[in-house]
């Protein structure tokens, strides 16, 4: 029998998506306290435009090639040495970073989650890094109160909606800030839209907000703390402004060390900002946790995430045009099990559930 051969995203050269090739390498090993997984779903990220335009900070050193992909689930399909708790068959979650828009790649099995039997395994993929910044946005830097006024920046976008929904079942009050095309959206989430193009959001609610969560960065944070009523708190956790502005990442590491010294400003407000990796890196006790419960959510029918589509390893470079553009309204999801049949001399799409 043949032993079926890996295919990876690799950037091959930092810049734009012409930079990503679909490359065959040999199949992994799992090695001592490790597993390896047949990667059924890996969500594309914004994040992920920023690593391959060498813009993230937390990836900083690491030089072209290397593989592409920030998280998975998968199911287990060789255990190495040393490994209890998990069979053949089990599917499992990971946050990787890097390494995952595969169709193999192997993993450490003590930072793994397993993932609840009948799960769509695309719609669990976008729970990893946008519903579960969202989740920890809320819970573990916020600590939001039932009442609260609340403001979402990019509302529209993955994150954005993660913390309208679950914002909305914290009992906040939400207002959802975006291109004024996203409005229908933005109302059925469960928030009051704000259209960037029409109106002042620091004006939107008399004596400001409690909370605003910022992954945009417009003008360094500066109107966001500016709509903060006081003792109100400013969570930063992106700066996609920076990026649509060119901006190089010693000004964006600028910004974000400002908002440390912006901690206690005047009137009691507060800024911080919030990154998923060293929030897991402090507590991985809560990472597992609070997966574990936004599975819980899915498994029930409380929680919905939208998957825009389903986009094979072929097309991840496209894919990547796409997010850079922005306007979706739901996650591209890779599922390395969508390929292309060619039965008649064309290239056509055969379209899986992943």
């Given at each position: ?54 813009l993230y900070p937390p990836t900083a050193a690491r030089r072209p090639p290397f593989v592409m992909g920030y998280d998975l689930i998968g199911e287990i399909d060789q255990l190495g040495d040393g490994v209890s708790g998990f069979r053949l068959g089990d599917r499992v979650a990971d946050m990787t970073v890097l390494g995952s828009n595969a169709a193999y790649r ?236 060619s039965g008649d001399g064309r290239r056509q799409a055969r379209k899986r559930k992943c």
């Open positions: 029998m043949i032993e079926p051969r890996n295919r990876v995203v690799q950037l091959r050269r930092f810049g734009d998506p012409g930079g990503l090739e679909v490359v065959e390498t040999p199949l992994p090993t799992a090695g001592p306290g490790e597993v390896r997984v047949r990667v059924l779903a890996s969500s594309l990220e914004y994040t992920d435009t920023l690593i391959r335009r060498h192997t993993l450490q099995a003590s930072q793994l989650t397993p993932v609840p039997a009948g799960l769509d395994a695309a719609q669990a993929a976008t729970l990893i890094l946008s519903w579960m910044t969202a989740y920890q946005l809320l819970h573990r830097a916020a600590k939001v109160k039932r009442g609260q006024r609340v403001l979402v920046h990019g509302a529209a976008g993955a994150v954005g909606q993660a913390l309208l929904v679950l914002g909305g079942m914290a009992g906040l009050q939400l207002w959802g800030g975006a291109n004024g095309r996203h409005a229908e959206l933005i109302r059925e989430l469960g928030a009051a839209p704000i259209d960037y193009q029409h109106e002042d959001f620091t004006r939107a609610v008399p004596g400001g907000f409690d909370v605003v969560f910022d992954g945009i960065g417009e003008d360094g944070y500066r109107r966001s703390l500016a709509a903060l009523k006081g003792g109100g708190l400013l969570c930063a956790y992106g700066y996609s402004a920076g990026v649509r502005g060119r901006r190089g990442m010693l000004t964006m590491l600028a910004w974000i060390a400002r908002l440390y010294l912006w901690r206690w400003l005047p009137g009691g407000r507060r800024a911080l900002f919030y990154s998923i990796n060293a929030m897991r890196l402090r507590r991985p006790a809560w990472f597992k946790d609070d997966l574990k419960g936004l599975f819980a959510l899915l498994a029930s029918g409380a929680i919905h995430p939208r998957v825009a589509e389903r986009v094979s390893l072929d097309e991840v470079a496209e894919a990547h045009w796409r997010l850079e553009a922005g306007g979706l309204e739901g996650k591209l999801v890779l599922c390395p099990d969508l390929g292309f049949d």
